[in-house]
C-alpha cells in the first residue's frame, strides 16, 4: 500500500492528521509531510501507520454504533 493510499484511507476513514499522529507519537506536520512526500516513512513505522488507521476508524464505528443504540432507545 503506497503513502497516497494511506491518506486516502485515513481521509474516507474520517481520521483527522492529529488523530493520527497522536497515536503515532508523531506531530501533526510530520503526518502532513510524509504524506506529501516531503518526508520518507520511517521504516519501522508503516506497520503502525496502518494498524493506527484501523484501530482509530474501528473506535470511530464503535462511537457511531454507540450513539445509534442511544437514538434507539430514545425512541
Known amino acids: 500500500m503506497t503513502i497516497k493510499k494511506l491518506r486516502e484511507l ?9 488523530e493520527l499522529a497522536e497515536y503515532l507519537d508523531v506531530s501533526s506536520p510530520f503526518v502532513s ?24 476508524r474501528s473506535q470511530k464505528l ?5 450513539s445509534l443504540n442511544e437514538i434507539d432507545m430514545e425512541q
Open 10 to 18: 485515513r481521509i474516507v476513514s474520517n481520521i483527522k492528521t492529529k
Open 33 to 56: 509531510m510524509v504524506e506529501s512526500g516531503k518526508r520518507d516513512i520511517p521504516k519501522g513505522m508503516y506497520k503502525r501507520w496502518i494498524e493506527g488507521i484501523m484501530v482509530l
Open 62 to 66: 464503535q462511537d457511531m454504533r454507540e
